[in-house]
């Protein structure tokens, strides 16, 4: 307990007090009857040497009445953890009118309910006060401590990082913590003498006190949100002018900031001559970007202190500055930078409607970032790393729609569940569709009217869209722009286009399905959406063209497209700017075959042709056609040199790849190897001057495949080149994994053990571990007691991951002494969840028999964690269904293609047989 020396009340802290009963009725929302207009916040940290974690924190929250039906008697807010020492209440006057004691707070709203005598007069302001004492935490949220080792003198530096969003802010002090309270705030902090200290607005002054003590005042913010509120306690120091844009960081990082500097300097007069709004018209005068050593997020958009990660904002030459590396930094500077308008001027009203912050600032990551370094081709990869990465998540029972009802998304882990890559990368995606649909022009028209007409206030999707609506250049006769607009953002999930062809390809009929991945997992299969058609043929090729030439309507069956003279091949969903899949029925599928062989692809965007190959996989994955059509289809790859359609092909491999038998695999590599030939002869595993950045990652994913299946000519160049040259940082992992399978693992480890950057070393540990020498490796490395239990699980997985074909004898070797590797591990829990996931790359029956005898031989050894064996077991026999449902055409495919028929059709065989004496020994 705390006494008060001005009121000697004593009170119990919330967390102590008086639980209101936890129940599935409990309101999580705020009354909107007072509204706060105002903080005054002072806190206080680092008083006494023997608490450091307890900081003093006084507030005087401004509130206006704006309720005048009802007689209001108490006020209810925020507050989590915190002692509360002293409560009081003023009139605007600055009158005492009473000092509340009988609090009563909820655990699980984490409300606090203060009881009052006074009757709140309607359009009046009041001043809430508190004094109250608060812990500096080890996690990740509200007010919480870093720490970093000093270069020079060796010594521990600690700083005080905040964290408020999701509602991480009542955490720090009592407030009216939802997205929609406004309030203009006035930050003041304590701190000792040798510390500076960082917020979200200008510092005002600092004032030096008693004790070796100053406390520094801060101007007020613009009107905000609370989980915007920010604040650094350190020794950093800034680069840039502290008036305008400043880089803070560590002292020894000031030399490594250049770079995170410079793209800062670009991406903020980029973003206001976009919105024809500039930053310092928001109402803030400085954004500064500060680097924390630890921290939950990349970046956090706080109003004019953005806080990032380390690995975001430092450049360490040599290690962390290749191209990759970069365009890091330049995408989440340039997402967190475009929150200063979508997020922070203009906020959402409720956690239901969180996409309209994050959609934004995930397009401009990718679209800024490629108007202001084109080099990059952010506009291509955004297909292939977002649109597509998508789809799988919003193709299940679990997906979400961008839009939820608010009363569906109230509690802290119903909010947090709206945190998700929907929110984001589809947001992203739907944003990009928009503006494609109605032009780039129409679109930044509409976005600058939304942003200045809610500058400072809130928003539901309804706003966005009534500015949408008044720039969409079609006639609402053409589409229904209300529906169109509701199917994908309060719809969950995304159609698939079924394309045909007639009359002597003079007629294409579509059709639309909504597509699954698990059409039987409860998801509703008949949803229907309002889609943008666009589409080339070969009569007039035109890839740039994104304005829909029409909308396909959910109220009707079919679309039909008629051309006067026959069609050789048409694609549809031009460089796939709208949210869906294309299934060509077969001919049209054949004759895009043909396209892409021909000259130039037949000038096929790239996105284009990464759509068709991910496509395809995507309904093989689900049986709407065979492997064995895919792979014959992608044959035209042995022509593909760039890296947007590679991308998508080896994301798709991997779960094929993944399931392909021991036996099987030499097959599949020498089809690996065939169609490569152009892109490897292109690029070879040595980089060379005339690389453009995409260049670099293609080598870096064609070496990492073709080496990883043992392609001769991939192995030879990297033993050739591992002597002669150090490779870049975008490179070095998947050269030194390559290197570590051949005769380079030795000089691997040295290197390893003598590297003093840490992320290095664990790059080095990982491509150390890609050794086919794995008994050596496990026995007098990874079970050593002096690696970490990250490092040991990471070098397992990478042993079987990255050798394919060594999976049984590596868990041979694992089982053979598993007290041993229990040992290793710490306990039973995680040797069982090592052994499930090398599980998941079993591909026979003869490595699920393995596993079963495994269990029933060690199951007692493990105690409760041997359920995680049985799920395991569970999931290796549903793997080797599916392999046998989907892939025995492929294989046979393979087989075929390579000349070794013979031998691979009794592998078929035994595979049939063994299933049909197993399903007649499983009949009851």
């Known amino acids: 307990m705390y006494s008060s020396s001005r009121s000697q009340v004593w009170l119990r802290p919330i967390f102590l007090l008086l639980l209101i009963g936890i129940s599935a009725s409990a309101d999580y929302r705020l009354e909107r009857n007072v509204v706060p207009t105002f903080y005054n916040l002072t806190l206080s940290l680092l008083n006494d040497a023997d608490k450091p974690t307890v900081y003093v924190g006084d507030v005087n929250i401004t509130l206006q009445v704006v309720d005048t039906t009802s007689e209001i008697r108490e006020i209810t807010l925020h507050a989590d953890t915190l002692e509360i020492v002293l409560c009081e209440l003023y009139n605007e006057s600055g009158d005492l009118l009473e000092t509340p004691t009988d609090f009563q707070a909820n655990s699980e709203t984490q409300q606090l309910r203060v009881p009052l005598t006074t009757i709140l007069e309607p359009s009046k302001n009041y001043i809430l006060h508190f004094k109250f004492n608060g812990q500096i935490r080890s996690d990740l949220a509200g007010l919480f401590s870093a720490s970093y080792v000093d270069a020079e003198k060796g010594t521990i530096k600690w700083l005080g990082v905040t964290q408020m969003q999701r509602l991480n802010a009542r955490l720090v002090f009592p407030c009216f913590d939802e997205p929609s ?5 006035q930050l003041h902090i304590g701190r000792p003498e040798g510390y500076n200290t960082i917020s979200n607005t200008k510092l005002l002054s600092s004032i030096n006190e008693s004790n070796n003590r100053s406390m520094d005042h801060f101007e007020v913010t613009p009107k905000m949100s609370t989980y915007l509120l920010a604040f650094i306690v350190s020794e950093y120091t800034a680069r840039g002018n502290k008036s305008e844009f400043t ?206 007409q809610h500058h400072l206030g809130n928003t539901e999707p309804q706003d966005l869209f009534y500015h949408l609506k008044q720039y969409w250049p079609v006639k609402s006769e053409l589409v229904n722009l209300d529906q169109f607009l509701y199917d994908f953002t309060e719809q969950v999930g995304f159609p698939m286009i079924v394309v045909n062809a007639s009359f002597e390809n003079k007629q294409i009929r579509v059709e639309q399905n909504r597509f699954l991945l698990s059409p039987g997992d409860g998801s509703d299969p008949n949803i229907r959406y309002t889609i943008p058609i666009t589409y080339t043929t070969n009569l007039a090729p035109d890839f740039q063209n994104l304005t829909p030439i029409g909308y396909f309507s959910k109220v009707v069956d079919v679309y039909d497209i008629w051309f006067d003279e026959a069609i050789d091949w048409i694609v549809f969903n031009l460089k796939q700017s709208n949210y869906y899949r294309v299934f060509y029925d077969a001919p049209l599928l054949n004759s895009l075959q043909l396209a892409l062989h021909k000259s130039d692809h037949s000038g096929i965007a790239v996105e284009n042709r990464a759509q068709i190959v991910d496509d395809l996989f995507s ?103 591992y002597d002669v040259q150090k490779p870049i940082p975008d490179y070095r992992e998947t050269f030194y994994c390559a290197a570590a399978r051949t005769e380079g693992y030795i000089k691997i480890l040295e290197l390893y053990r003598e590297e003093a950057y840490p992320t290095e070393q664990d790059l080095l540990w990982r491509a150390a571990s890609c050794t086919r020498n794995y008994t050596g490796h496990y026995q007098n490395e990874i079970l050593s007691y002096s690696r970490t239990l990250a490092e040991k699980k990471t070098a397992i997985s990478q042993m079987y991951q990255q050798n394919p074909d060594l999976v049984t004898p590596i868990f041979i070797m694992l089982s053979e002494n598993i007290t041993q590797l229990s040992e290793a591990l710490g306990s039973w829990a995680e040797t069982a969840q090592v052994i499930s996931d090398l599980a998941d790359y079993f591909t026979t029956r003869e490595q699920h028999q393995l596993l079963s005898y495994f269990y029933d031989e060690n199951h007692l050894l493990f105690g409760t964690s041997a359920e995680t064996l049985i799920t395991a077991l569970n999931s290796v026999e549903s793997n080797l269904q599916w392999a046998h449902q989907r892939l025995g055409r492929l294989v046979n495919y393979l087989s075929l293609r390579n000349g070794s028929s013979g031998s691979q059709s009794m592998v078929t065989l035994y595979m049939v047989l063994f299933s049909t004496i197993t399903g007649l020994l499983l009949k009851p």
Request: with cysteine.
């Open 619 to 721: 309904f093989a994955r689900v049986g709407y056609v065979d492997y064995e059509e895919v792979f014959q289809f992608i044959e035209y790859l042995s022509q593909e040199v760039e890296f947007i359609p590679w991308y998508s092909t080896y994301q798709s491999l991997q779960l094929v790849a993944n399931r392909l038998t021991p036996d099987q695999l030499p097959n599949f590599a020498k089809y690996l190897s065939d169609i490569t030939s152009a892109v490897f002869r292109k690029l070879g595993a040595s980089g060379k001057n005339s690389d453009s950045v995409l260049d670099v990652y293609n080598r870096n994913q064609q070496v990492a495949w073709l080496c990883k299946y043992q392609i001769k000519s991939c192995q030879e160049q990297v033993q050739v080149l």
């Open 181 to 185: 309270f406004k309030a203009e705030f």
């Open 247 to 452: 880089v803070i960081s560590r002292p020894e990082y000031y030399n490594k900031t250049q770079f995170s500097y410079e793209v800062g300097s670009k991406v903020l007069p980029a973003f206001n001559e976009l919105f024809q709004q500039t930053y310092q018209e928001l109402g803030n005068e400085i954004l500064q970007y500060a680097s924390s050593p630890r921290f939950p997020l990349d970046g956090m958009e706080n109003w004019g202190l953005i806080i990032y990660s380390d690995a975001v904002l430092v450049q360490e030459p040599g290690y962390t500055d290749g191209w990759s590396n970069k365009e890091f930094t330049i995408r989440i500077i340039a997402h967190e930078t475009s929150h200063m308008w979508f997020g922070d001027s203009v906020t959402f009203s409720w956690w239901s409607y969180f996409w309209l912050n994050e959609a934004f600032a995930r397009y401009y990551e990718y679209f800024m970032a490629h108007l202001l370094c084109p080099e990059y081709q952010l506009d291509q990869q955004f297909v292939v790393r977002q649109l597509q990465l998508i789809f799988a998540t919003d193709a299940v029972n679990s997906t979400q729609p961008m839009t939820s009802p608010e009363e569906s998304v109230q509690t802290p882990a119903q909010i947090a569940n709206k945190f998700s890559s929907i929110a984001y990368a589809k947001g992203a995606s739907i944003v990009r569709m928009w503006r494609n649909a109605m032009g780039h022009d129409n679109f930044d028209a509409a976005i600058r009217d939304y942003l200045k």
